[in-house]
């Protein structure tokens, strides 16, 4: 299987080249990236628990899917493929807001992502990919923050990153 390619880009989002993932990771490269944030009519966020094989962040909650963009791929067309792809449905998504983070892993490896942040709704259980998944729970903001507070560890960099710092772009 070829190894996936990330978009690299400069502060303002322009597009400077493509490398492939693990090595932007590696080097922490900043390159493009998207966190979407997927709501119930009950105003519950859905959580995934990311697969215990993945290469960075094994087993922590995030939000409802994040990935890379392909090259000359939207945000919003990333953000369905991805949906699709790990928690088995797609819905429409709305852009919020675009953020640059840098976050060091135990393992080596740096998130250096300029995120872009989508919003939707969707009122079933998902079909998760447990290539990519590895369990969902639906969850209220202000539950979410507790646990953050009291079990840090437990989440991704970046979903701490957006609950914490950039929270109003997820409201619905």
């Not at 628990?49 to 087993?59: D, N, V």
């Not at 953020?99 to 060091?104: E, V, W």
């Not at 507790?146 to 960099?157: G, H, M, R």
Request: aromatic share 10%; net charge negative; hydrophobic share 35%.
């Amino acid at each position: 299987m070829k190894e996936e390619l990330v978009v690299l880009v400069n502060d303002k989002d322009e597009k400077i080249g493509l490398m492939p993932k693990l090595e932007a990771h590696e080097k922490g490269v900043l390159h493009r990236a998207f966190s979407v944030f997927v709501y119930n009519d009950k105003g519950q966020l859905l959580l995934q628990q990311r697969a215990l094989h993945k290469y960075h962040t094994p087993g922590q909650w995030a939000n409802t899917c994040c990935s890379h963009q392909r090259d000359g791929e939207t945000s919003i067309d990333a953000g369905r493929r991805r949906l699709e792809e790990e928690m088995g449905f797609v819905t429409d998504l709305m852009y919020r807001k675009s953020f640059i983070y840098k976050a060091s892993f135990d393992n080596g490896l740096t998130e250096h992502e300029f995120d872009h942040i989508m919003i939707g709704r969707y009122n079933q259980d998902p079909k998760v990919n447990p290539d990519e998944v590895t369990d969902f729970k639906w969850m209220h903001i202000p539950d979410i923050l507790v646990d953050i507070e009291l079990n840090p560890e437990k989440y991704t960099a970046w979903f701490k990153i957006i609950m914490t710092e950039h929270l109003d772009a997820i409201k619905l």
